[in-house]
Nanobody
Framework: QVQLVESGGGLVQAGGSLRLSCAAS????????MGWFRQAPGQERAFVAA????????YYADSVKGRFTISRDNAKNTVYLEMNSLKPEDTAVYYC????????????????WGQGTQVTVSS
């Protein structure tokens, strides 16, 4: 059973930074792409960023490109989301997820999800 546990969320002022972490259980972490998604109140869950199993390639939603950075440390079974220049519209619950095969933008391609961590950006 794969478990994903996010941490690092909190309250920050606009323009500030946060670093989210997602710790994964299991021995196969390094063989799967990982992704971050977010869900704001009253909205559908949306893609934020994804990374290949090796970490050699990354993908971002247009809304966060240039401000967020996804990375991973396979030795620590952890994926990160560095968030800079935060905006109030970045307020959401952030989820990490493990892809079944490719680092896609589609929720249906991710089979395991964490419980989420709240990020609140005040104006």
């Amino acid at each position: 059973q794969v478990q994903l546990v996010e941490s690092g969320g909190g309250l920050v002022q606009a323009g500030g930074s946060l670093r989210l972490s997602c710790a994964a259980s299991g021995r196969t972490f390094s063989t799967y792409p990982m992704g971050w998604f977010r869900q704001a109140p009253g909205q559908e869950r949306a893609f934020v960023a994804a990374i290949t199993s090796s970490g050699s390639s990354t993908y971002y939603a247009d809304s966060v490109k240039g401000r967020f950075t996804i990375s991973r440390d396979n030795a620590k079974n952890t994926v990160y989301l560095e968030m800079n220049s935060l905006k109030p519209e970045d307020t959401a619950v952030y989820y990490c997820a493990r892809s079944t095969s490719y680092p896609t933008t589609q929720i249906r391609d991710y089979g395991y999800w964490g419980q989420g961590t709240q990020v609140t950006v005040s104006s």
